[in-house]
């Protein structure tokens, strides 16, 4: 039976620790916190006029940015819906209980 490494995806970088291996598969993204993401942005434009905008913390002291639900323009002209339909609703291809044909 082969054997695994496992490491955390954000404690890899820079790390030669798997080079012997034949195939790695890394699995995560490097998605900076809000508070980073501010960090990098003020260092960049540490010398703007227009001072960066921060995201406030919500009642629970958390930071997040906000959701929106973005529609893009394809290069056919049409616009496909943000979401894909869910089962059992409407538009989904099969008919659901919330269906008058049902």
Same mark, same amino acid.
């Given at each position: 039976?082969?054997? &695994?490494?496992? *490491?955390?995806?954000?404690?890899?970088?820079?790390?030669?620790?798997?080079?012997?291996?034949?195939?790695?598969?890394?699995?995560?993204? =490097?998605?900076? !916190?809000? *508070?980073?993401?501010?960090?990098? &942005?003020?260092?960049?434009?540490?010398? !703007?006029?227009?001072?960066? @905008?921060?995201?406030?913390?919500?009642?629970?002291?958390?930071?997040?940015?906000?959701?929106? !639900?973005?529609?893009?323009?394809?290069? =056919?002209?049409?616009?496909?819906?943000?979401?894909?339909? @869910?089962?059992?609703?409407?538009?989904?291809?099969?008919?659901?209980? =919330? =269906?008058?044909?049902?």
């Amino acid at each position: 039976m082969a054997e &695994a490494e496992i *490491a955390h995806f954000g404690n890899i970088r820079g790390s030669n620790e798997f080079e012997g291996h034949e195939i790695a598969i890394i699995l995560g993204r =490097d998605e900076p !916190t809000v *508070a980073a993401a501010e960090q990098r &942005a003020m260092a960049i434009w540490y010398d !703007t006029k227009e001072p960066i @905008r921060r995201v406030a913390p919500d009642v629970r002291g958390r930071i997040n940015y906000r959701s929106q !639900t973005r529609r893009y323009l394809m290069a =056919d002209g049409h616009r496909p819906s943000p979401r894909p339909p @869910r089962p059992g609703c409407r538009g989904a291809g099969a008919r659901g209980r =919330d =269906d008058p044909g049902h």
